[in-house]
């Protein structure tokens, strides 16, 4: 409920400092009511808060000192606060952390007028230089944008003195920020695409899901090219009709630039976006027209889940199963889970498309808890690629090699086709070990528990776990023997290298995310393969992703089993949906596709049910597994990460709550470990995991709470807690 607070009532602020709780202040001049935006006093400095209902009460109201000024945005509503709240509990995240991630508006606290934008100019500087011609060509690739002043400096990779430099000449054009433009309306009353009758039908059910004017969530499940995104859009229509506003979540920012052109076509202009790749004044501009209420309909990064909508009526989550939408930094959540809390606070409606469900979401279907809606029908007459293995233990393939002789055939037939092909390898890099042939050590990350991946096209060796680069040693780090450091095993740079060297006529792309400076880049190299410009398409799992290769008639699976080595509970489900989406790119448009997975175990189950296609039998069979074990979606679970420099004090930080169950043994949960986790050094600091497991219906956040807070942790040590935890890494 929000309240209107009288000048000098005590209201309650919360800031996103991380303190304990909120804390009380007078309301200024003119009053002030809940969930407005302010700036307060705090000790000798000037933070950002939000005005958080009645006052705790426990300072004398003329010992409160006032709250300074109240932003001119519209305040929060109290929906989003009531999500910030639940959000908080449930991810046991401290309440000010969470509302940080609802304050990342650029310059939300600042004066306006007083903001200064950077963008292209039509003078020529009067003396060039190569930083000022980076801050040009990084201009000239996105004209059309403003940035503020360090923005502009960091995307070209020179000091902000370079930039103002500029501007004297005209070269750069400074100004005022300009007031945040209205958006283009979006005409949901415009004809959509004629849809196939299973899309109509979808499409009916998922308006009048949206006419309730309540909180539901719906499983939107279809194959690859079965026209769920035209179904959903219908669900956008109905709900921008209805005045309310709607968000789509992607899990790739490099999907959206397609996705925008479908909005276009579908509402005839471009919604807003929020994500990490538009500028900071854009951003600026869709957090605030989204308070408005201005803008209806924003695509967005799982950030988006924290913008402050005036009345939001519906959520899609495209590619549910996505685990990218899984915050493993930071604010540990998933957006997922966070789409269909924020959707129940709020009324709105959730629909979560995909073509192959994770089990979370079915389990939900099955329960009756979410609705579930099949598109069966595969759009444009296209079918299915049809599946087989290549059992690697009958085929001659030489050492160092990868390509069997039956894949190799299939590519051939295709090039002669003048079709496409994929050769599909989730590894990136040019290979996983570097071993020294001298004294057999690997090179390995020295911050970390973790190898040294080759990146042969960076020349450069790379860890995946914290990013650290290094130039690729002349001799062993171990033994210094010189020119004895040999690659093992393939990743997707090594295998193009094959590829070239098996079809060298044929003209070979690579697509893997790190090989591609900027989004842009990446989408123009899509698009030259999407209308024929590579005949081999050699990929890691980027181009499982929603783009659409009309070309492409065979995928080529590398090594099958490769997901399924793992100790990790999803590695079965994971395997299944990343085969069954990757050969899915195989024969969209109208001729038919093949997929053959290579495998050394083609009587693994898992395997098998990626042949069959059989999904359902797939996932009952998965879900009875889980529930025998009690682990989600049929029991809960939380992952606590202990990390410290010192490994012993980890350990002791570990073992002292495994002492300490009583509060958790009292909710029927269990308790494992501590052990060293699987990667048990990142970034120099040794990491202890202990993993909890508790019935479905327990209330685990309170118990975990009472629990972790009976510990006195040493000032140099972190302790993390993941409730339903992804990876368990
Ligand atoms: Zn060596
Ligand atoms: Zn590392």
Sequence with gaps: MTRFHPPGAPVAVLTTQPLDRALDYRAPTGGVEDGAFVEVPLGPRKVLGVVWGE?????PVEKLRPILRVLEVPAMGSPFRDFIERAAAYTLTPLPAMLRLGLRAPGLGEVPGKRRVYGLGTGTPDRATPARQKVIDALRDRPTDLFALSELADLAGVSTSVVKGLCASGAVLEQAMPRDADFPPLDPARAGKPLAPDQAEAADALRAEIATGDYGTTLLRGVTGSGKTEVYLEAVAECMARGRQALVLLPEIALTAEFLTRVQARFGARPAEWHSGVTQAERRRTWAKTAEGQA??????????FLPYRDLGLIVVDEEHDTSYKQEDGVLYSARDMAVLRASCEGAQVVLATATPSLESWANAELGKYKRLDLTSRFGEAVLPKLATIDMRDEAVAGGRWISPTLKRAVEARIIAGEQSLIFLNRRGYAPVTLCRACGQQVACHQCDARMVEHRFLKRLMCHQCGETAPMPEVCPSCGVEGKLAAVGPGVERMAEEVTALFPEARVAILSSDLFGSARALKAKVEEIAS????????????????NFPKLTLVGVIDADLGLQGSDLRAAERTFQLMRQVSGRAGRADKPGQALLQTYQPDHPVIRA????????????EAAQRRAAGVPPYGRMAGIVISDPDAGVAFDVGNALARNTAGLDEIGAEVYGPAPAPIARIRGRHRVR????APRQAPIQPALAAWVAGIDLPRSTRLSIDIDPQSFL
């Design 610 to 621: 990626i042949l069959t296609g059989d999904e359902e039998a797939f996932l009952r069979e």
């Design 296 to 305: 209806r309909l924003i695509v967005g990064a799982r950030s988006a889940l």
């Design 532 to 547: 024929g410009g590579a005949d081999i398409i050699v990929g890691t799992q980027l181009v499982a992703k929603g783009h």
């Design 690 to 693: 202990l993993l909890v497991k």
């Design 55 to 59: 006052a705790a009460g426990d300072w």
